[in-house]
């Protein structure tokens, strides 16, 4: 989020395996066409000689390798724990959601439905989905470092162009409309993400996730702000990389493997915000699953699992 295009490049192996959480992917399929939709995307930035060429597909298949099989059972045993604590329990009936009580609460009061151990559960999940992000992070930080530091001064340029083109679409997607606007932007990105799980979402639940979207603080300025800074330290480290190699490439490796160091403290307290509010979001619409809603969920988390577990063993 602090820096979508190279964040999605750090951690491109996690997102494709996202995709699957998050749409009608098949498993099999992202898993097996890895190996074309990384370089691809890295030719998005830079256009690869063949020597490059080469060590990205040796690299990347001895990651998607680890991956599978460390990592993907990993992610099939988060979702058979995550799913009878979010899918399968069962609450006391709710209120008329008609107008959701807790709209004009402060964001840090629970509304009394929910309990701490409601918003600690799903914390310590989404804990867990990081540090597997973060781990991977770390892993292939040296590669990248050691990719880039064979970039030409036509290629650096390339990708300084990118990283324009990326901010400038950034910047009018989030920035140039106001806050009204964005917290509907908002609303219409998350709701997919939710009915995919659960299908249609009910007045319930639309009118939770627009009280979210309500709650949440902008955050865009200081998103640009941060990936900027970010940018320009990169292109610091390449234009140096010729004086002192050793030391430039664990500066590189330490900026690929922790994207997110160094944020003010507005934008990390924003950030907070914002994640408490997406986790009573979330207990929220855990709390009001209907039957089918629970049902549906399960049979995805449960079928993603087998789909990891089975890739893993190959």
């Known amino acids: ?18 995709c699957t959480l998050l749409s009608s992917c098949s498993v099999r399929f992202v898993y097996n066409q890895a190996d074309l939709l990384v370089p691809w995307y890295i030719k998005s930035y830079i ?14 298949n001895y990651h998607l390798r680890w991956h599978r099989r460390t990592q993907l ?37 629970l509304p009394s439905r929910l309990t701490n151990q409601h918003l600690l559960t799903l ?17 292939i930080a040296p590669d990248l ?12 340029l390339d990708i300084y162009e990118r990283f324009e083109k990326d901010n400038q679409r950034y910047r009018e997607k989030y920035l140039d409309t106001d806050n009204e606007t964005q917290k509907a932007l908002a609303y219409e990105e998350m709701r997919p993400h939710i009915e995919r799980w659960i299908g249609s979402m009910t007045a319930d639940q639309t009118a939770y996730l627009k009280t979210w979207s309500e709650r949440t603080i902008p955050i865009h300025q200081h998103i640009l702000t941060y990936r900027i800074r970010w940018q320009q330290r990169f292109k610091d480290l390449l234009n140096w990389h010729h004086t002192e190699h050793a ?24 950030l907070t915000h914002n994640q408490t509010v997406t986790l009573q979001l979330l207990a929220e619409i855990q709390h009001s699953l209907t039957k089918k809603q629970r049902r549906k969920a399960s049979k995805k988390a449960h079928k993603l699992a087998k789909s990891f577990k089975r890739l ?3």
């Open 1 to 18: 989020m602090i820096n979508n295009s190279m964040r999605t490049f750090i951690t491109i192996t996690t997102l494709l395996v996202t």
């Open 47 to 60: 256009q690869l000689n063949e020597g490059q060429s080469h060590f990205v597909k040796k690299r990347l």
């Open 73 to 109: 059972p990993e992610y099939a045993d988060l979702l058979l724990r995550a799913t009878p604590v979010i899918f399968e329990a069962r609450h006391e009936p709710r209120h008329n959601p008609a107008t959701p009580p807790e709209a004009s609460q402060p964001t840090d009061n």
């Open 123 to 139: 914390k310590t999940l989404q804990q867990e989905m990081t540090q597997l992000s973060h781990r991977l992070s770390e892993r």
């Open 145 to 156: 470092a050691e990719l880039f530091l064979t970039a030409s001064e036509a290629q650096r």
């Open 247 to 270: 030391e430039i490439k664990a500066d590189l490796i330490e900026l690929f493997a922790r994207p997110n160091q160094g944020w003010h403290p507005d934008h990390q307290a924003i």
């Open 312 to 314: 893993a063993s190959e």
